[in-house]
């Protein structure tokens, strides 16, 4: 007679997303709301702030001559601190990325410093050490040379919070790709200059666009270091956001609300572009990986 045999069946295991319909829905419902109170709800008042008086008034606080001047100095610290970004930048990733050597790791450290240290703490640092009672003052002020509550502070201050950026976008994607390309490129009688204008350049294009893209939005809109290091000179020293705070503190909110909603438009543009630069990279790593 023959025995039966009592079999368990296979326990199939839960796949992730089988959640039921309404933990999805209410997850997606929280996440829109939090959206929408933290973020849409006051880019949209400081739009309607800004047109709250009419067009008229909202052109006038954009056509003053501090307003004017506050934006001329801030697109001249981002033409310069960008520059000096990229070139940074991609000497730094070529460094990691493509050789080994000692204190590789420190580099790397040092690079992530300006996303742990506070913005306002690194205009402490460079104030104690251009001020006029810091370490580098006398001798400043001997050769009659202005650092800080000037233009070369300012211009400090952003390129120390912004040189992550550019640098963080290249390291990963170059060690991705290693150094075949440029040592084939090299063997065949390239030059050095020539295998990166070639070679190197063209695989890093996207990535190195969307690091300068937010290389330029930080370097916008950056408060907290040009604060410490401005001086708050109307006309002079006072970047967008800092005209931005005189102008609330003075209760002119109109004027305020106005300039502020151009660092608005700038996030925004910037959001556009940041979504179209990751849409091209993921284009285009997906294609390496097919290919592979």
Known sequence: MPQSTDTQPLRVPRPPTSDP?????????????FLASFVLLPLVLVFAEALRHGVGTFMQALVEPDALAAIRLTLLVAAI???????????????????????????????DLPFSVSPVVAGLIY??????????????????????FAVPGIVLATIFVTFPFIAREL????????????????????SGWRTFIA????NIRWALLYGVLLCTARAMGEFGAVSILSGHI?????????????????????????????LALLALVTLGLKSALEWRLDSERGAAGRRE
């Not at 601190?81 to 420190?106: M, R, S, T, Y």
């Not at 390291?171 to 390239?190: K, N, T, V, W």
Request: aromatic fraction near 10%.
């Open 21 to 33: 319909p309404w933990v999805r829905r209410g997850l997606i419902a929280l996440a829109v709301l």
């Open 81 to 111: 601190a960008i520059p000096a970004n990229l070139v940074f930048g991609i000497c730094a990733a070529w460094a990691i990325a493509k050789f080994q050597f000692p204190g590789k790791q420190i580099l790397v450290t040092l690079i």
């Open 127 to 148: 104030l104690l050490m251009f001020g006029a009672q810091g370490w580098l003052g006398p001798w400043l002020d001997e050769h009659d040379i202005q650092i800080v």
């Open 171 to 190: 390291i990963p994607l170059m060690a991705e790709q290693g150094s075949d390309d440029e040592q084939a490129a090299l063997s065949l009688g390239a």
């Open 199 to 202: 070679v190197t350049l063209p």
């Open 234 to 262: 109307r006309g002079l020293t006072n970047t967008l956001p800092l005209h931005v705070e005189i102008l609330y503190n003075e209760y002119n909110f109109a004027a305020a609300f106005a300039v502020a909603s151009l």
